[in-house]
């Protein structure tokens, strides 16, 4: 089993701790069937260097662990990893995890760490860039999402304030869970970035989701994209008569 | 923040990402940071490929930084031929492949010479180089986004989403 990264440092009062979807991100991403797709995909030395982005890093623990085990992921350490996150705490407690990870002297030929930036999922990534996504989304079932008008305020320390207040804490968290109507309103808005920023043929996401996204309809809905795209569930946990309570959904652009 | 980084960030706002002028995002009131990082010669190799030359040499005049080659460098640019023994073909050289890893060497481990002044010069500009604080700029829109302790911050007021 690969070495999971040090969080130790988050403050997990606003920031998302790793938890059992975090934990079958790692297990997925390093188990058998995907390193082996992950090699074949991106053979060197063809393709160059991989850039692997996460949307919603959190804690950082799921970049973390690529990017310190590129050599085995992917066969090569020259994998660029790159994160996003709404709540500025996390971009820095992420960014502590990834530099902690890849600077580790016990770590064999790591990846690269590029940053995290303070952004609403993928909006700044350049269209075409992205070879692997990694998308933790908030998919918990909510009324209402949380509200960003408000974001700006709760984002940064209050001027002379030394700790974050137990509003500024609930809005941050609930960013990392909250997502609307069947838990798929902010996913789907990823969904709808991912044809512009993934890589026209080299392009690879996976997507967490739990039972209550109804993930099948999710499925069908990537499958009406087109021939060049395909989904598989490639990796679950928590199964409960016959359903899985998390999945990840591996979504590829295939060659014509 | 990286200048590497730029290499993959455009405007957040969704009517400047299809337009050429919101990359890249032009720096403004910069203040840099030389954050010292190991050389890696086959790393800077196989991302040469994915750096937008003309954006690079721009971002490195808007920095003030020296003014790059107006053509990236080739890969043989970035090795001295190896003189311990430049009659092996590379092909025949051993590679350092790890146990249980099949396919790891495959990064072209031991084919190259010494890593030249330029393939250094180039780890410095992408690398080691960062933004600590200052601003960059859509050519697009004209908004400017703030970068702060090395984050920047692409998150758009309401009005502008």
Known sequence: ?256 | MKLLTLNFLTCARKACKSTTLAFPLRPKDAELEIVEADLEPLFIRNILPRVEWEALRTLCQDLGLPQLPPAAPEPAALFAPNPSDPSIPSDKLVRPGKEGEGEGEGEGEGEEGAPTQTLKDLHHVLLETTIREGKLVCGNCGHAYAVKEGIANFLLPSHLV
Request: aromatic share 8%.
């Open chain 1, 1 to 256: 089993m690969l070495p999971t990264p040090s969080t130790s440092h988050v403050s997990f009062d606003n920031v998302y701790e790793p938890a059992e979807d975090s934990f079958l991100l790692l297990d997925t991403l390093s188990s058998p069937a995907e390193t082996a797709f992950l090699h074949s995909r991106f053979h060197p030395p063809e393709p160059p260097s991989p850039l692997v982005l996460e949307v919603g890093t959190g804690s950082g623990v799921v970049l973390a662990f690529v990017a310190a085990n590129a050599s085995t992921i992917f066969g090569r350490s020259d994998v660029v990893a790159l994160g996003t996150d709404i709540n500025g705490f996390a971009c820095r407690a992420s960014t502590t995890t990834l530099q902690t990870a890849v600077t580790d002297p016990g770590t064999s030929k790591p990846g690269h760490f590029l940053d995290v930036v303070n952004a609403d999922l993928a909006s700044p990534i350049r269209s075409g860039s992205v070879d692997v996504l990694i998308f933790n989304p908030p998919y918990v079932p909510t009324p209402d999402l949380p509200d960003l008008v408000a974001h700006e305020n709760y984002n940064t320390l209050s001027p002379g304030a030394k700790s974050t207040s137990f509003e500024q804490d609930s809005h941050l968290l609930a960013l990392s869970y909250a997502g609307g109507a069947d838990g798929m309103e902010i996913t789907n808005k990823l969904l709808a970035q991912l044809p512009d920023i993934l890589h026209p043929e080299r392009g690879v996401a996976f997507i967490l989701l739990c039972a209550q996204n109804k993930p099948n309809e999710v499925k069908e809905h990537i499958m009406s994209w087109g021939k060049s795209w395909a989904v598989e569930t490639v990796g679950s946990s928590g199964k409960k008569a016959g359903w899985e309570k998390l999945q990840i959904l591996r979504i590829w652009r295939i060659g014509p």
